[in-house]
């Protein structure tokens, strides 16, 4: 334990990429969105006990060596893009731990933070900014990531005046501007024309190769034959089953059978 | 947890934690750090990502002078015609001004718009930014810090009409206290960050402080000596006792009046009451920052 957490992080040869212990995410239903004090006051009067908790994920464990690539699969709802955002940092666990060595990239669902007012140029450093990675960094890096989205004169124009396939090009150019050890994907492959797609697959790809490891969300199945070597059905927010990718899939559209199955003889 | 469903939705960011570069991360569900510890990371927030709030300010200048003719001039203009509403009136509908009353106005204004405005600012500065928060992970104390700090910017441009009426009408009241306006804006900004801080994590939890907001500091305003003088509040100690008490406790009857000693009278402010303040604001400030730090892991799921 002591030896496998090393003090060189992510350059220490041993020991797991990921390693998640009993995770589990809890949302308290009192406070989500569109909350208003005239809810929560109505809440708190009627003390509806069944509007407390909601687990997201629970007692999920499991590792990602090095060079292994895990895709997680699983109905929609099932706690896919929380597992991310939790590996991501963006929420922290509720139970459990993760444990994450080398530097993380994610491509995590669609929408992204630019702000309209500013030129392409200008957001890419924001983008920069918001993400940490310093300023030489992202000024060297700023002239690829230009071509790479391929925005020509526009560069220097207001984010607003874009369409959409430029927004999506550049959103991509960016996010995939740093080579990370560990690749966390979000169903952001297939975006784009055709040209694009193809070129975007290339590129991730390419960082796929360089990363030490993956995690993809996807409901893309090819996906997950094509890229991972283990995957991982969650339904409900458990891990329901984990093992070579063709079982699982094979698994999973079993139970979403049966389950649509169910909801039909249910319907009628 | 909405997001992926807009329409025309824009690719996304790569959130990469600078800290996972070479060290190893691990998160638990363990205790988060005590009071201290929370005030220790946002102040290491705040200056480990300095480059990334000039970034948001400047984005917020720029927000702001879009789509007007006048663009930045408004900055001029507003308070300028906000005075010239406030000074008919008051002159000609109660008529019963103060002498000199558009630089007893103006005085009281320029300072009242910039925290009004700063507060309505920063009230949506978490809240607005859901989808970033929802996508990448860095500090969140950034957005209303950087939200108080752009509104420096509207105030210093004040600064332009109000030296135009000192030199042009009132050049009599130009006195060397007026170099000691910052001092004044320094405990003005204190006490709007502080303000900030707290009501934009509020915000992320009750939608309707930003509906409040609008209201309370309309209140505010006319609670506040802006329209009249400390002198109107004297005079009510004898009738309303307890209002006038209350108006006196307001942080803003002592800012407001020392800018106007400072502007208007030419002679030095109430420094203990302005020392108060400080205290006062600097206790307000760590609270505030405490209580941003404390809510802040929950905003990503609550958005």
Redesign the interface.
Known sequence: MIAR?GR?????PTGPAIEVEGL?VR??LR????????N?LAQAIRRDGAGGHFWALREVSFTVDRGESLAVIGPNGAGK?TLL??L????????????????????????????Q??SGR?NI???G???????GEIQRRLESIIAFADIGQFIDAAIKTYS?GM??????A?????E?DILLL?E?LA??DQVFRAKSKDRVLELARGAKAIILVTHDMNWVSEFCNRAMLIEKGRVVAEGQPEDIVRLHEERSREARERALSAAG | MGGATAAGSVLPFAPMSRSSLTVPVVRTSAARPGPVGLLAQAASDVWSRRRLIRYLVSADLKRKGRDTIFGNIWWVLDPLLQMVVYVILLTVIFSRPEEDYPLFLFAAILPWKWFSSSVGDAISSVSGQDRVIKQVQFPKIVLPVAATLAGITQFAFGFIPLTGLLVLFYSDRISPWLILIPVVAVVQLVFTLAFCLTVSALNVFFRDISNLSIHALRMWFYMSPVLYGASVIDKMSGSHRVIADLIRLNPFYSILTAYRALIYEGKAPDWFALGAILGVSLVFLLFGTWFFKKTEPMFAKVL
């Open positions: 957490r060189e992080g992510a350059l220490t589990g949302y308290n406070l989500t969105r569109k909350n208003t004090i005239r929560s893009s955002q939790s991501a940092g963006i929420i922290e666990p509720s139970e459990g731990r993760i444990d994450v060595r080398g530097r993380m990239s994610s491509l995590l669902t669609l929408g992204a933070g630019f702000d007012e500013l200008e450093l924001l983008a900014a918001f993400l940490g990675i310093d300023d959409s927004r999506a090009r550049l959103g991509f960016i996010a995939t501007s740093v990370p979000d952001v975006t784009g």
